[in-house]
Structures are given as structure tokens and as C-alpha cells.
């Protein structure tokens, strides 16, 4: 009932979340609502857009109407990868084209170009580095890189000397192997 619904969007309002309608033909309801405006919420949000269209309103529910103090933007997190299930690596792979390609997704006002778009996220791809020093642990590096690879995932083994001449500070006395990832992984 209309009391009720109005209600609801007081206590809402009360807490001061603010509301971004994705779609809506009618400002009174929503048919899906998203509590949450971090990277995931905000991605549900966008992709059930695209998918449904107009004839939904998506709502998604976030304390901070700047975005700049939700969740995913205050994190220290980041993209790899380097996982050991096909899902996993064809999720993260995913968010790195998009990152990628986010000019021709997204718009930003005041920023004209895809290109300007894209550097404006400062993608860092700066790759992850995973270490073996136990033929248990080569063996699952090696497991990991077969699926990685096999999913075009950019993931080179190295050998403990090439990883003393590129990264001279790391002590590889006991080491065995290293993962690294080249393209597609950083924060």
C-alpha cells in the first residue's frame, strides 16, 4: 500500500542512502533494488540494465550518492588471474577487458574520449607473483598454469635464477617456482 511504501522510503532517507535509478517509468516503485553501490552492486546493476532495458527500474541503494566512500573504491583489492577453477579465471578475465574497454561502456561527464575514460580508473596491470618452494607447490603452479593458459590467461612459470635477475631484492635460496601473471593482473 502506498502508506507503507512511504514509509519505507522515509526510514531509507533517514539514514541518508540515496537511491540511483537505472531505469524506471514509474519514480513510486522499482522492480529490482540493489542494496549497495560498491563494485559489485553498481555491476549487477549496470548488466541487468543492459540486459532488461526500460521496461524495469533497477534501483541501487548507496549511503554515499559520490560513490567515493563505497565499498570498492575504499578497498585495497585487485584483479588476478591466477585461480585454480575455470570460473574464476573467465570472471576475472572478463574484468580486465572490462577495465580495459571501460570508455566504450561508461561515460563520465567532462571526459570526451574512451581512452580518457579508461586511464581516468588507473588500471595499474602490474601482474601478481606466486611462489613454490616444495615439488607440492610446483606441482599446483603447474596444474594452475595449464588451466590459466589454456583459458588465455597471460601467466609465465619462472625459473628461481630469472626471478633473482627480475626482481633482485627477492631471496630465491629456497625457492623453486614462480607464477607470474604479464597482462591482466594488477589493482
Known sequence: NQSNQSNQFNRINRFNFISKQFYSNN??????????????????AYFLSKRLGPTYSINVIEKDFTYSKASTSLSAGSIRHQFSTAENIQMSLFGSQFLREVGSFLSIENIDTQEEIAKSINFKEGGYLFLASTNEGIQVLKQNNMIQRNLAAQIDLIEPQILQNKFPWLNTNDLALGSLGISGEGF
Open 27 to 44: 519514480s513510486n516503485n522499482t522492480d529490482i533494488c540493489i542494496i549497495g553501490g560498491g563494485g559489485i552492486g553498481s555491476s549487477i
